[in-house]
């Protein structure tokens, strides 16, 4: 138990006291992003099962990889608030609170949104490519997806979870999170687990670019305390 405990305190412990830190000192103030996007997912699925509000939810979110690619770019960023009809809308209310209240705190509000949108993006993006390379490819996807509609916040969730996991050093559930999208995969291949393996990608790619900058400003600190001529870039 002593040991489960301390593995617990090592992967969640910086992580839990930032955001216990944020939410007693500032309350709900410390997530205004967050709970404006949890508000516009449930307008929009208010508004999207009435009679007079599908259509034009769909026109403003939603997205096929049939759609023209700047049509699609265009509906990209909203899509992520936009409820899939077939899943219970409390479980995206509960995971845009949950990990986007947690992104929020710990990255920021600008760097949270840009990771969340670089993961739909890449989702959006991958469901085009695969389709095109056909369901004989191990990556590809059958023609009838060009047809699913693509909404939800998803893979933004994994792709922030994976992101701020990374930061705050929490290993073992960033290798947790990949670990069950790959089995999702395994278990039900269609486009929405594809679209998450795409996500954590392109975050995995954003994680190696942080990486690199860090080391980069460390060797320029390092040079700058040692006398030698700061590297340029």
Not at 190 to 201: D, P, Q, V
């Amino acid at each position: 138990m002593n040991r489960a405990r301390a593995v617990a305190r090592h992967e969640w412990g910086p992580l839990a006291t930032t955001v216990r830190t944020a939410l007693v000192v500032k309350g709900w103030r410390a997530v205004p992003m967050t709970l404006a996007a949890v508000c516009l997912t449930g307008l929009f699925q208010f508004v999207q099962n009435q009679s007079w509000g599908y259509q034009p939810v769909q026109h403003i979110g939603s997205v096929r990889a049939e759609d023209p690619l700047w049509l699609a770019l265009l509906r990209t960023p909203l899509s992520l608030f936009v409820p899939a009809l077939d899943l219970p809308v409390w479980g995206a209310l509960a995971q845009i609170l949950v990990v986007f209240g947690i992104a929020e705190i710990c990255l920021g509000r600008r760097r949270a949104l840009v990771i969340a949108y670089v993961s739909t993006l890449a989702g959006t993006m991958y469901a085009r490519i695969a389709i095109a390379v056909g369901p004989e490819n191990p990556l590809g996807l059958p023609a009838s997806d060009a047809q699913v509609v693509d909404t939800g916040p998803s893979a933004a969730v994994v792709g922030l979870a994976v992101y701020v996991c990374y930061l705050h050093r929490a290993r073992l559930t960033l290798y947790l999170v990949i670990v069950a999208m790959v089995v999702e995969v395994l278990v039900k291949n269609n486009l929405a687990g594809k679209e998450h393996l795409a996500a954590i990608a392109a975050v995995l790619v954003a994680c190696a670019a942080t990486a690199l900058r860090h080391r980069g400003s460390g060797s320029r600190a390092a040079g700058s305390r040692s006398g030698a001529p700061p590297i340029r870039s």
